[in-house]
């Protein structure tokens, strides 16, 4: 171990407690603004904490009440949810088959490449004729249609860490397996598959994760509450009339804790993902 | 098992993800290419063939030109600030603090944060009348009064770029700290014994094992910076003045508000092609960086 000098050490300290505030500030303040009344966020000189902790806005943004800013917001919620759950399973479906065979053979590996590839791709690139199809079979503004146009960014991704994941279980295990008389489905059934179950979970949350970061498409696609999601429901705060910043913060609070959770937690998984050269898109 | 059956029975297992490929990302950009040489509108009209007129109309126009130039200050300086940014916050987390865990589990939060969610948390701390950017530098004595950050054309950018970086840093910083472990301890202990020292020390013996990772991130992190729609719409929606609007947004506005989907599709074929020349360029950068590095 090296030895440091006392200055050295006093240094590293005051960097490390710089490097905190500079990633804790901004969303202690998003939460600070959450349970702020309205006085307080408008007063001058601000009021950095409030004088009295308040906490209706999750309830008024919770509630279903019709016509409500809960109900939009709720609606909202539900719709990121459904459509990342369907975007997810589905990108998943496909990757575990397509994942394997690239795997396992890889003469075919060049056709994963060209797929993995179009992250290049600007969305404009894809989105005009998206939406004319969309509009096509009358899927404009419906959950299945943004759920399918969701694939094009989370199945290039989930195949290619399907892909990695089975190449770090052996052949040889299958290879046994089928020796023992075993089928093909049979041995991906109850060797191969359990053992990729760890990378089954870190691909399907990070698919989770960018289905529910997703805003272009979302932007485009949708156009009220019945497919509306939260990303754009927020943006639609944001830069509506809304006069109580607080609800702003309220509803941003609520949209980034389940990603967050998912990234404390999964933390070592997401780095370990992430610095095997994947990076969110 | 013969190697034809093999390959057939890959091909197989590939044709869903294959079929939906072609479906969602095959299909849509050879239409882009065909609507690119129309006049189509985005509802009604079919369109006439007009030859390469977008192409022409949209590389000459001063819209263009300005958008580009936009686009490229900010994909340059938050790109550069994020790898310098991420590198020093890497090197600070490879080294003895109390507190170390718990800061290097923080560094996930503006990664996981949506993208919606950080550019709604820095458009209200700028916000010209009770943002928290204006008080806290009124209270420090460092502004006389306050000042519209997003509004005003001089500083839209800037605020952006800082926004952009708070976000994307932390995960360089990840990246370069993943890297830095894989340091081996003896290499700098020895180069110590050797008298290297700090600068020394980084360029010749820690470098060459952040130059791999921090590469890939670069290429990853300029593509996606040349891309950039989210962080702009939600913040100033490309203005005050056009002067935050970048290419993505402006073939939104093309092709989505103007409803000019042929011209449209042809900036946005622009548009690939810079990025994907961008991204061959860097390919051969990397592959001559592993291979002096190997």
């Known amino acids: 171990m090296e030895r440091r000098s006392l200055a050295f050490t006093i240094f590293i300290h005051a960097a490390a407690l710089l490097l905190a505030v500079v990633i804790l500030a901004p969303v202690l303040w998003l939460f600070v603004m959450s349970i702020s009344p309205t006085a307080d966020l408008s007063a001058k000189p601000l009021r950095w904490w409030p004088a009295e902790v308040d906490f209706s806005r999750y309830a008024l943004l919770l509630s279903s009440v019709e016509n409500s800013a809960g109900a939009a917001f709720t609606a909202s919620l539900w719709n990121s949810l459904k459509i990342a759950g369907m975007a997810t399973i589905a990108a998943i479906a496909l990757a575990i088959p397509a994942g394997w065979a690239v795997s396992r053979t890889p003469q075919v590996g060049w056709s994963l490449s060209m797929v993995i590839a179009t992250y290049m791709l600007p969305p404009v690139a894809l989105a005009v004729p998206l939406y004319m199809g969309l509009a096509y079979f009358g899927m404009l503004n419906n959950i299945f249609g943004l759920a399918l146009v969701y694939l094009t960014i989370l199945a290039p991704f989930t195949t290619w860490l399907m892909k990695s994941g089975f190449d770090a279980i052996p052949r040889e295990i299958e290879a046994s397996a089928m020796i023992d008389g075993a089928s093909l489905f049979q041995t991906l059934r109850i060797i191969t598959l359990p053992l990729a179950a760890p990378v089954v979970a870190t691909s399907a949350l990070f698919a989770l994760l960018l289905a529910w970061d997703e805003f272009f498409y979302a932007l485009l696609f949708t156009s009220d509450l019945r497919a509306k999601t939260l990303t754009v429901a927020i943006a639609d705060l944001a830069g509506g009339r809304v006069s109580d910043y607080g609800l702003i913060a309220t509803a941003g609070v609520l949209a980034a804790l389940p990603p967050v959770l998912i990234g404390l937690v999964m933390q070592r998984a997401l780095i370990s993902g992430l610095t095997s050269g994947g990076v969110k898109g | ?294």
Request: charged share 10%.
């Open chain 2, 1 to 294: 098992m013969s190697g034809s059956w093999m390959t057939t029975r890959a091909w197989l297992l590939m044709l869903p993800l294959l079929a939906v490929m072609i479906s969602v990302i095959g299909w849509p950009l050879v239409d882009t290419v065909r609507l690119s040489f129309t006049d189509a509108r985005l509802v009604g009209t079919e369109g006439s063939f007009v030859g390469l007129d977008n192409y022409a109309r949209m590389l000459s126009g001063a819209n263009f030109q300005r958008t580009l130039v936009t686009t490229t200050w900010f994909a340059v300086i938050s790109v550069a600030a994020e790898m310098v940014l991420g590198v020093l916050a890497a090197l600070l987390l490879n080294q003895q603090f109390y507190g170390r865990t718990v800061l290097r589990a923080l560094m996930i939060l503006p990664w996981a944060l949506p993208t919606v969610v950080n550019a709604t948390l820095w458009r209200l701390i700028y916000n010209p009348e009770y943002g928290a950017l204006n008080a806290a530098l009124t209270q420090a004595g460092l502004l006389d009064a306050y000042r519209s950050w997003l509004g005003e054309p001089n500083t839209a950018l800037a605020a952006l770029i800082v926004a952009d970086c708070w976000k994307n840093f932390p995960l360089v910083a990840l990246i370069a700290l993943a890297a830095l472990q894989a340091v081996p301890r003896d290499i700098t202990a020895a180069s110590m014994v050797d008298g290297a020292g700090p600068i020394a020390r980084f360029r010749f013996v820690i470098l060459p094992y952040l130059v791999g990772p921090l590469l890939v991130a670069l290429v990853l992190r300029t593509i996606e910076a040349f891309k950039v729609f989210d962080i702009i719409w939600v913040m100033t929606r490309g203005g005050p003045a056009n002067s935050t609007r970048t290419l993505s947004i402006l073939v939104y506005q093309e092709a989505f508000s103007f409803q000019r989907a042929g011209s449209g599709a042809s900036l946005a074929l622009i548009v690939t092609l810079l990025v994907t020349v961008l991204a061959v360029a860097y390919a051969a950068l990397v592959r001559k960086a592993a291979g002096s590095a190997s």
